[in-house]
């Protein structure tokens, strides 16, 4: 009796970068695995053949082929240097955390609203009146003022500072886009490979990874997440008067949202939630409509980096008086 | 009579159920797939084998192609008339 066996094994080889999926819109780091076909006579493998290699999403596997061995090293390499960029990011964030500790040792003076220095080095929380040593923006028992604790670095002076703090998160993202577009744009011929309809979805991508950092930032209150939201759609009514008509199955939620910002309601904090995946979905829906011929993924994908710096301009220009409606 | 892994199979003309996927978290249509599995009859290099001893059913994911929950028998027939 003759026992053999015939298919396909994969293993994985390495880390790639940290990104976000654009099938499962989930961010992480990718792998890179190498496929082949093997043969094995009772099992035990004879034959190996057809080697390829991956760069992949670990949640739902979808991803882009690589050319060679070389390439799957350089992203590799490459997610060294970004594992090392985001550890020194980190540790820079870390050190601004201490800012007032290393600049302002001043005895009994409110620095925040949520923690007090008491003495140099030392803090205590406004809540639990716990005493603490350690650095960081939140107290190590209660952890429950994530609002009311001073921005890394800076004082928190009401609504105008805040303002301030949202176009800097604004004028950052801008560049993030820039680098990702760029980015982008040298994946974009390998991405091509592996299916052109995916490259439609790269504004979305761009807007996500906007509402990603904004929304994820401790640094902006979750109130200000729907307002946000509410905005730029306003925005790209008025930048785009077709926009309504792209998302007229989301034109119930784009009016709620607009209302909000203009009303400035008490929000329920499903909402914030809600604005956020509401907003990936509003995009999708956008950019899932657009016909993806050829040339017009590449237009997408500029569409999205405009809509993203136009925003960032009118905040800067007009602020809250740029509403249209 | 052989063994096989045969993978994840759709039944074709199933109802569809809008559910949030456990592992991509998005939300989607999920399809009805089953797995043979057990002894085979059939030809083993074809698609589906002829007969198989067991099936398992499932509901599959449409954007991460994974699947999510574990069906019964039953649950899966009154999907299957649609």
Known sequence: ?325 | MFIKNYGLLEVKNSKRIKRICDICNNECEQILVYEPSGLFIGLPFAKKPWLSSSKHYFLQCTVCRKPNKILTKDEAKSLMNK
């Open chain 1, 1 to 325: 009796m003759i026992i053999f066996g015939w298919g396909k094994n994969s293993k994985e080889i390495g880390k790639g970068l940290i990104q976000e999926c654009p099938n499962c819109k989930n961010v992480r780091q990718w792998i890179i695995v190498e496929t082949s076909k093997k043969v094995s006579l009772y099992f035990v493998p004879v034959a190996k053949w057809n080697k390829e290699y991956f760069c992949i999403c670990p949640v739902c596997n979808n991803g882009i082929k690589l050319d060679s061995l070389d390439d799957a090293h350089k992203i590799m390499e490459a997610a060294i240097e970004q594992e090392a960029a985001l550890k020194k990011q980190y540790s820079e964030n870390e050190c601004n955390s201490s800012y007032h500790q290393a600049s302002a040792p001043i005895e009994n003076e409110t620095v925040s609203k949520g923690k007090i220095v008491i003495e140099s080095g030392m803090w205590e929380c406004k809540d639990c009146h716990i005493k603490m040593v350690e650095e960081g923006d939140y107290c190590s028992k209660c952890r429950g003022h994530k609002q009311n604790v001073a921005v890394r670095g800076e004082k928190m002076e009401g609504i105008n500072a805040m303002d301030e703090k949202i176009l800097k998160v604004f004028k950052e993202l801008t560049y993030l886009s820039e680098d990702f577009y760029s980015d982008m744009m040298k994946i974009y011929p390998s991405m091509k490979k592996v299916d052109a309809q995916k490259a439609k979805y790269c504004p979305m991508m761009v807007f996500y990874l906007a509402f990603f950092d904004v929304i994820r930032s401790d640094e902006v209150p979750q109130e200000k997440v729907e307002e946000i939201s509410g905005l730029i759609c306003a925005l790209l009514a008025r930048l785009n008067p077709q926009f309504i008509e792209l998302i007229d199955d989301c034109q119930d939620f784009v009016n709620k949202l607009i209302q909000n910002y203009m009303k400035k309601e008490k929000k329920e904090p499903e909402t914030v939630f809600f604005a956020y995946s509401y907003g990936n979905w509003i995009f999708h829906k956008i950019f899932s409509k657009i016909p993806s011929e050829k040339g017009e993924d590449i237009q997408a994908l500029k569409f999205g980096d405009y809509i993203l710096k136009k925003v960032m301009t009118y905040w800067s220009e007009q602020k809250k008086s740029l509403l249209p409606f």
